[in-house]
C-alpha cells in the first residue's frame, strides 16, 4: 500500500526540516541532560524528574519520527499553473454563503498548512474540495458535517 502523500508548500517543508534539525541537534541534547542530571539525584524508582524526563524525551522522539514521516511523504504544491480565474491550492477564494448572505475569504493550501483561524482552508477539507475547479460567480454545494451549504464564488486571486 503506498504511503499517504502531505500536501504542502515549499516554505512549509523547509519549515519542517529546520524543525527536525532543531529536534535531533539542540532539543535531543536538552532531554539527554535532563536525563542526566535526573539520574544523579539517586533511586530511579521514585525520582519523578527522571519520569518526567524519560517521558520529554518519547514525547520528543515520537515528534522527530512524526516530523520525517512528513518530509519523506511530502508532495510539493506550488500555485498550480492553470487557467488565473480557477479555483485551485494557492488560490484566495471569497465566497457568499447563500444561506445567510455573510462573506469569508480564504486560502486554499495543502492539509500540512491548514489554519481555519487564519482563513487557510485545506483542500481536503469539504469546503475546500468544493472550491476546487470552480471559478468566480459559480454556485457551489458543499456537504459539510454541519449540513449542506451553498457558496456563490465572488473573486478568485491566484498569484
Do not use: C, W
Not at 22 to 30: G, I, L, S
Not at 44 to 59: F, I, P, R, T, V
Request: aromatic share 6%; net charge negative; no cysteine.
Amino acid at each position: 500500500m503506498a504511503a499517504e502523500k502531505f500536501k504542502m508548500s515549499q516554505e512549509r517543508y523547509d519549515q519542517l526540516k529546520e524543525e527536525l534539525h532543531y529536534m535531533e541537534t539542540v532539543r535531543e541534547k536538552e532531554v539527554a541532560e535532563q536525563i542526566k542530571e535526573a539520574r544523579s539525584f539517586g533511586d530511579l524508582s521514585e525520582n519523578s524528574e527522571y519520569d518526567e524526563a524519560k517521558a520529554e524525551q518519547g514525547k520528543l522522539y515520537s515528534k522527530i519520527a512524526e516530523v520525517k514521516n512528513l518530509l519523506e511523504n511530502a508532495e510539493i504544491v506550488e500555485n498550480e499553473v492553470r487557467d488565473k480565474s480557477t479555483v485551485g491550492i494557492g488560490s484566495r477564494v471569497k465566497v457568499q454563503d447563500l444561506e445567510d448572505g455573510s462573506e469569508d475569504e480564504f486560502q486554499l493550501v495543502g492539509s500540512q498548512e491548514a489554519n481555519p483561524m487564519l482563513g487557510r482552508i485545506s483542500d481536503d477539507s469539504p469546503i475546500g474540495r468544493g472550491l476546487l475547479g470552480h471559478k468566480k460567480d459559480e454556485v457551489v454545494t458543499v456537504e459539510a458535517p454541519a449540513g449542506t451549504m451553498q457558496f456563490r464564488i465572488l473573486s478568485v486571486e491566484n498569484d
